[in-house]
C-alpha cells in the first residue's frame, strides 16, 4: 500500500524543528503516513491555513479564531511564554503605553504577539516586517520599535536595542500567573477523527522524542538557530518546548480561553471562539 502524504507546517525556527525532528529525521514509525514539511514564517502558514492549504500546521492562537470551523487544535505542540515571551524592543527606551506616532515592526497581524500588544497598548502604527528582519528594521532605523518572537527574544541585544515591554511578563500579572499562549498545531477537521487521533499520537511522540534525546534533537535544531551558540539554542528551546507542549492540560487551556475571550470583548477578535480540541 502507497503510504499517504500529509503536508505539516511549521516554522523555521529551533523550537519547531526540536519538535519536529523525529518526524523530519525518520526517527519513530508513522505507519502508513508520510510528512512534507513545509517550512514558511508563522504568518504564512496562518495565511495558508485560512485557505485551507495544508493538512497539519502551526498557527497562531490568534489566528485560530478565523480557523475554526475548518481546523481542529492537537493538544500536543503548544509553544507558551510562562511568564516570558514576544517583547517589544527599540533602540532607546520609550513608554509602551504612548507610542504615539512611532512606528512599531510586527511579524504578522494574525500573530498572537500582534494581538497581545494590542491588547496591552492599545492601537498604534505598524509595518509588517518578516520576524527575522525585524531586529535589523529597529537596528537601522526603519522602525521605531520592533516586536519580536523566536530567537530574537535572546538576541535583540547583539544590536544594541533594549526591551520595552515583555508581552509574556504582562500578560502573568495581568492574569494571575497564566502563561502566554502563542502558537499551537492545527489540523484540518475533514482528514475525519481517526486520522486526526494518529497525527496526534504521532506529534505527542515526536515532542517525547526531542525531550528524551535531547542532543541529536538540538543538533538538527541548530540548522534553523539564527545567530545563536548552542548554549543559546539550548535556552531558547528549553522556553518552548516543555510539559505545556507535550499537552495544554487546563492550566493552558484556560489561558487559551482567556485571551481569546479578551480579544472579543476587545473588539479584536470577530466572534466569540469555541475552543476545540482534537482527542
Known amino acids: ?142 522602525a521605531d520599535a520592533g516586536l519580536i518572537i523566536h530567537e530574537g527574544q535572546l538576541t535583540y541585544g547583539n544590536q544594541g536595542l533594549v526591551e520595552i515591554l515583555n508581552l509574556g511578563t504582562w500578560w502573568a500579572e495581568r492574569t494571575g500567573g497564566l502563561p502566554l499562549p502563542l502558537g499551537g498545531n492545527a489540523i484540518r477537521r475533514s482528514l475525519g477523527p481517526e486520522k486526526i487521533a494518529t497525527v496526534s499520537e504521532l506529534l505527542k511522540a515526536s515532542i517525547l522524542y526531542g525531550l528524551e534525546h535531547r542532543k541529536p534533537a538540538l543538533a538538527h535544531a541548530m540548522a534553523y538557530a539564527r545567530d545563536m551558540t548552542d548554549t543559546l539554542a539550548d535556552r531558547f528551546v528549553g522556553m518552548y518546548v516543555n510539559d505545556l507542549t507535550v499537552d495544554y492540560g487546563e492550566r493552558g487551556r484556560q489561558a487559551v480561553r482567556r485571551l481569546l475571550e479578551e480579544g472579543f470583548e476587545a473588539g479584536l477578535i470577530p466572534g466569540p471562539v469555541r475552543l476545540e480540541f482534537s482527542a
Open 1 to 142: 500500500m502507497t503510504p499517504e502524504t500529509l503536508t505539516l507546517g511549521h516554522s523555521p525556527d529551533p523550537d519547531d524543528a526540536f519538535m519536529f525532528y523525529a518526524l523530519a529525521d525518520g526517527r519513530i514509525d508513522t505507519g502508513g503516513l508520510r510528512f512534507e514539511h513545509v517550512l514558511q514564517d508563522i504568518e504564512t502558514l496562518n495565511r495558508r491555513a485560512m485557505r485551507e492549504e495544508l493538512d497539519i500546521t502551526a498557527v497562531s492562537l490568534h489566528a485560530y479564531a478565523y480557523l475554526q470551523d475548518r481546523y481542529l487544535l492537537l493538544p500536543h505542540g503548544a509553544s507558551m511564554g510562562d511568564g516570558y515571551g514576544p517583547m517589544l524592543v527599540a533602540r532607546e527606551p520609550l513608554d509602551p503605553r504612548n507610542l504615539g506616532t512611532a512606528l512599531v515592526a510586527v511579524p504578522g497581524t494574525m500573530t498572537t504577539a500582534f494581538l497581545g500588544l494590542r491588547l496591552a497598548v492599545g492601537s498604534f502604527r505598524f509595518t509588517v516586517v518578516p520576524f527575522d528582519r525585524i531586529l535589523d528594521a529597529v537596528a537601522e532605523g526603519k
